[in-house]
């Protein structure tokens, strides 16, 4: 059982922490400077990365990297980037 609800909490802190790196702009616009800064442009809202691939540009590329990561966090950060899923 526990390993089903360890599960459950990587994938929704996978998911939490992805979004925020591709999708929000965070505080004072920090985290949409560090994508403008890694090479992707805005075209509207959505983002266009030059030249090339960039993975802040994909969810599902981030959250393979971000699932990575998270594997090396103590179990209490995953619970907390979790609960910010709900």
Same mark, same amino acid.
């Given at each position: 059982?526990?390993?089903?609800?360890?599960? *459950? &909490?990587?994938?929704? =802190? @996978?998911?939490? &922490?992805?979004?925020? *790196?591709? /999708?929000?702009?965070?505080?004072?616009?920090?985290? /949409? /400077?560090?994508?403008?800064? !890694?090479?992707?442009?805005?075209? +509207?809202? $959505? %983002?266009? !990365?030059?030249? +090339?691939?960039?993975? *802040? @540009?994909?969810?599902?590329?981030?959250?393979?990297?971000? !699932?990575? +990561?998270?594997?090396?966090? %103590?179990?209490?950060?995953?619970?907390?980037? $979790? =609960? +910010? =899923? *709900?």
């Amino acid at each position: 059982m526990r390993e089903l609800v360890d599960l *459950l &909490l990587h994938g929704f =802190a @996978t998911w939490r &922490l992805s979004y925020l *790196l591709v /999708r929000e702009d965070g505080p004072n616009g920090v985290l /949409r /400077r560090l994508r403008e800064k !890694s090479g992707i442009e805005y075209t +509207g809202d $959505a %983002p266009f !990365s030059w030249p +090339g691939w960039n993975p *802040l @540009t994909c969810m599902w590329c981030t959250s393979l990297w971000v !699932s990575l +990561g998270l594997r090396m966090l %103590p179990r209490v950060v995953i619970k907390v980037l $979790a =609960a +910010g =899923a *709900l």
